[in-house]
């Protein structure tokens, strides 16, 4: 049977995908990159093992949230090639990024096959035919992306041309609509999450807090990216994270620990648990923890300027 490389954010288009090739005869591989930041087009991790599992697909995790992959994702986060999207989005770096690791996996697998689910015209910039055509050829991987979903309105690949897949059978569909993505999942009986869901590097409060941490500290540690999408972030002489909710303080008493940050909490008191890097700022922190422990407003604006 011959092998189809899905390279796989969990969107609807990607599952889709997925099921289009099996459809065709395939067996299906899924590849997943992990992306650090909260980066992500699609569903998370877990969801997307678990579609995995309950179609019987193969899955391959490319993990880039540490050691060398988080690196290289790190720079061009901070050094991106070919620019940003509305934030500190580098949207057309992350995807020549996951098409070269997606371009190893497919080698390792020996796939016939590597496809996407990008569809013309969704997006309006990344994807674009000559948008599409750049990114593939900036990967290495020149004719030898098939989107399935759009194939018979782009030029054909080598796997067309060598006959490995008929073009005949492939769809041409284009543009943002994705009334026939869905009726496609409704045919193949599976889920898809919400569109609206989408990477963190898209949101300009995130991109701040980021542009913030990547100043201060140019190769930050995991844990204290971690930190960026949890709680309310302050910049006095180092970073401070008030917590909003419960599990939300546990998770930033884990990270504290971890980074070795102090802990301003009371057991006694209900109410956030305020992590601060710097011991200077540790009268700041209590004051901070006063402040939203007693909900009072008045006090919270004092904190306002050193918010980001
Ligand atoms: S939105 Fe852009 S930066 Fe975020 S995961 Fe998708 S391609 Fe990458």
């Known amino acids: 049977m011959k092998k189809a490389l899905v390279l796989f954010s969990g969107g609807l288009d990607s599952r889709v995908t997925a099921k289009f090739m099996e459809e065709l005869g395939f067996e299906v591989h899924l590849c997943f990159v992990k992306l650090p930041f909260g980066a992500g087009c699609g569903s998370p991790l877990k969801e997307n093992e678990k579609f995995a599992k309950e179609q019987g697909f193969h899955f391959h995790l490319v993990d880039a949230t540490k050691e060398e992959l988080f690196l ?32 190893k996996v497919a080698e390792k697998i020996k796939a016939d096959i590597i496809c996407t689910g990008e569809v013309l015209a969704q997006r309006p910039m990344s ?28 030029p054909e690949t080598i796997y067309e041309k060598k006959g490995i897949i008929d073009r005949e059978k492939l769809l041409g569909i284009h543009g943002r609509q994705r009334v026939i993505q869905m009726k496609l999942a409704d045919k193949y009986n599976i889920t898809y999450p919400n569109p609206a869901g989408g990477c963190l590097l898209c949101e300009k409060t995130y991109g701040a807090k980021l542009n913030c941490l990547l100043k201060e500290k140019p190769s930050p540690k995991i844990e204290e990216i971690s930190l960026l999408n949890k709680g309310r972030l ?21 990270l504290a620990n971890s980074l070795n940050w102090g802990i301003e909490k009371n057991l006694k008191i209900p109410g956030p648990t305020v992590i601060y890097e710097k011991t200077e700022d540790k009268d700041f922190a209590i004051k901070l923890w006063d402040a939203y422990t007693n909900n009072d407003l008045k006090k919270r604006e004092e904190f306002e300027s050193f918010k980001i």
């Open 72 to 103: 290289e994702y790190l720079s061009l986060v901070k050094n991106p090639k070919h620019g940003l999207g509305v934030s500190v989005n580098p949207c057309r770096d992350c995807k020549i990024f996951i098409f070269k690791e997606g371009k």
């Open 127 to 154: 994807q674009m035919k000559h948008s599409l055509v750049f990114d593939e050829e900036k990967a290495g991987l020149k004719d030898k992306i098939l989107r399935p979903l759009s194939a018979k309105i782009l």
């Open 234 to 254: 302050f910049k006095k002489e180092g970073f401070l994270v008030v917590g909003r909710y419960e599990k939300e303080n546990d998770k930033l008493e884990k």
